[in-house]
């Protein structure tokens, strides 16, 4: 079975500074991995999206992450934060041979300090 | 392009009453659909997805039911509404793996 880790429940960055989100999955085959970003009380945005090829991957909003297979990574990177950063970042793992479901992992949440 | 509604946006059901979620999806044909909930500081927890008209499984067992009568649209209901049902209510869709959400509704149940 396909299961996502998010180490960090929560992560606290000063405006301007980089941010790093850690994700870490487990599945047998290649994986097909996804960032997500949630506001308050909003749906989820597809920040980013990981099937083959080029194992970093430049997302909106000036995101990238990078694939990692020996490490079973997708971490999630910004070079400088904004404010309206601050939000829920997810996790996902995918695969065809699953129906097309996806795994999520528990979320981390970001704040931005002025 | 397409777009994703749900609605109502916001609802607050007394427990025992019956409930009935909306979500619709524009500009594709025969999406997968997904229906995920999503409880207060929790992750996603998919509830049912749908690879076609009468076409649901359902992940977890609960007293929520799903239904599909159109190709694009998702129905999530209930017969008798419990306090634990409440919380954030995703609809989603998908072609391939990539899935796009909807708005969200929120549900408290009291």
């Known amino acids: 079975a396909q299961s996502v880790t998010q180490p960090d429940i929560h992560i606290t960055v000063s405006e301007g500074a980089s941010l790093e989100l850690r994700c870490n999955y487990s599945?047998?085959?290649?994986?097909?991995l996804f960032w997500y970003v949630q506001s308050p009380g909003q749906g989820l945005q597809l920040l980013l999206k990981?099937?083959?090829?080029?194992?970093l991957v430049q997302g909106i909003k000036g995101f990238e992450a990078e694939f990692k297979r020996s490490q079973s990574s997708f971490n999630l990177r910004k070079p400088s934060v904004h404010w309206s950063d601050a939000a829920e970042y997810f996790c996902a793992v995918g695969a065809r041979s699953n129906d097309y479901k996806l795994s999520f992992g528990a979320g981390t949440t970001v704040t931005v300090r002025a | 392009s397409q777009t994703i509604h749900q609605w109502p946006a916001t609802l607050v059901q007394p427990v025992g009453s019956p409930l009935s979620l909306e979500c619709t999806v524009e500009g594709t044909s025969n999406p997968n659909l997904y229906w995920y909930r999503q409880a207060a500081g929790r992750g996603l927890q998919l509830l049912f997805y749908?690879?076609?008209?009468?076409?649901i499984s359902s992940e977890v067992p609960q007293n929520l039911s799903a239904s599909r009568p159109q190709d694009r649209q998702f129905i999530l209901s209930s017969k008798k509404l419990l306090l634990s049902d409440s919380g954030f209510y995703l609809c989603?869709?998908?072609?391939?793996?990539?899935?796009?959400f909807g708005p969200g509704t929120r549900l408290t149940v009291t």
């Open positions: 599945y047998g085959a290649t994986p097909y």
């Open positions: 749908s690879i076609g008209i009468d076409q």
């Open positions: 990981y099937f083959s090829g080029d194992t």
């Open positions: 989603a869709w998908s072609v391939l793996l990539e899935q796009y």
